[in-house]
């Protein structure tokens, strides 16, 4: 659907503007009404002709399959205008004769939010607007409180929800391989947008998908979203929120393993590991740089089980190899107590990292301190003393 460049216009206050704008505001409730009742005729349309084309599934007639498709596509398509119409012909006349309640004019802003998105982004544009047009229907249908419309509803909802937020995905995935060369704020820009599309999915989608289907095949996402809830508990200070990022890829890998690929989750991964160890160096306080520490052992762990143990091609066989050494060093310590095994994580944790780190020592040197400060902490590495003899005296020079 094409969209009109329109914008919201103050009321202006002369004679004729006054009797245009009475006249207006008496024409909006007609106005409501008869989209009202085309919209409702042409969900009315879509469910059957959904309902139609899910039980298609179970025939074998390919041709009777496409048409059923073809039908729901098109009475989608007629579905998405009626309430594009609605938003053009209501709410922004409301909005510009200032009768609109705050919810509505917060509604045509994000409405032209999206349509902004257009000129440059016509992909995630096509996936959004159609996101919120699906979903502010969803609110009608439910203040129906009519349960079986709501159910047919939310059957068709979460189908379409599923493949929106996997094309939306996908999209960023390939903007991240996109942005390799490019400015890093438009790479962080794309990072958010990934992990504000999971969490949207999850707050607002996930409990419906797990109500509508079968919770027997979930049973590793609901353990997974139950992660997620208590990462959301209180005030969230920045641990926290890299904290609830990586348990929504965590999520990720269950949900969206192909619209989101293993290396677009690496990479979201590694930012996550790259924005803590900045929040390390900043730390001023020991307790701080504990919790730190913990969360950076927690990375590292999810980012290995979610991501690197299920990688098949490595570019390098020496890392692969490495790796290997790693993952079996990390499985050693399964059987030890939980406290001993944590410990002796963070150590192979930290000192894996190191040598990622090593490699640009200049840049990294501060986080490497800290590492390797806590590996002495922790008795897995010594503070090597060594004295010289210069001009007479003796100097004591510690390295680390």
């Known amino acids: 659907m094409e969209q009109k460049s329109l914008r919201v216009l103050e009321t202006n206050t002369t004679f004729f503007s006054k009797i245009a704008t009475t006249l207006t505001k008496l024409l909006i409730p007609t106005r409501i009404g008869i989209n009202g009742i085309l919209i409702s005729m042409k969900r009315n349309n879509l469910l059957k002709s959904y309902d139609n084309y899910a039980k298609a599934n179970n025939i ?12 729901y596509e098109d009475n989608y398509a007629l579905y998405l205008e009626a309430i594009d119409k609605y938003i053009l012909d209501s709410v922004y006349k409301k909005v510009k004769n200032n009768t609109a309640t705050n919810f509505e004019k917060e509604a045509l802003s994000k409405y032209y939010l999206i349509v902004s998105l257009k000129e440059k982004q016509y992909i995630e544009y096509k996936y959004k607007k159609q ?7 969803f609110e009608t249908v439910n203040e129906m409180k009519k349960e079986a419309i709501i159910e047919k509803y939310n059957e068709f909802y979460v189908c379409k929800m599923d493949s929106l937020y996997k094309g939306m995905l996908k999209n960023y995935s390939v903007q991240l391989s996109d942005n390799i060369s490019s400015k890093m704020e438009e790479k962080n820009m794309t990072y958010d947008k990934i992990f504000s599309a999971l969490e949207r999915y999850i707050i607002d989608i996930l409990p419906i998908k797990l109500k509508t289907e079968k919770e027997d095949e979930y049973k590793n996402i609901i353990k997974e979203y139950g992660r997620y809830e208590e990462t959301i508990i209180g005030k969230l200070d920045e641990r926290d929120e890299i904290r609830k990022k990586m348990t929504l890829l965590g999520l990720s890998r269950f949900l969206f393993t ?44 999810e980012y290995n089980i979610k991501v690197l143990s299920t990688k098949v091609y490595w570019d390098k066989p020496e890392e692969r190899d490495s790796y290997k050494k790693f993952w079996d060093e990390y499985k050693s310590y399964e059987g030890l107590e ?27 040197k501060n986080i490497i301190r800290l590492y390797k400060e806590k590996l002495v902490e922790l008795g897995s590495m010594r503070n090597l003393k060594n004295t010289y003899k210069a001009e007479g005296n003796y100097t004591k020079k510690v390295t680390v």
């Open 338 to 364: 939980e406290e001993e095994r944590k410990e002796k994580n963070l150590v192979l944790f930290l000192k894996y990292d190191l040598k990622s780190l090593n490699k640009e020592k200049d840049t990294n």
């Open 60 to 71: 074998d007639d390919v041709d009777t399959k496409e048409s059923l498709y073809k039908k």
């Open 131 to 137: 996101e919120y047009l699906v979903r502010m229907d």
């Open 258 to 301: 192909h619209s989101l690929p293993l290396i677009a989750a690496e990479e979201c991964y590694a930012k996550l590991i790259e924005d803590t160890r900045g929040i390390l160096v900043a730390d001023d306080s020991k307790p701080r740089q504990t919790r730190t520490f913990e969360l950076i052992s927690d990375l590292i762990e």
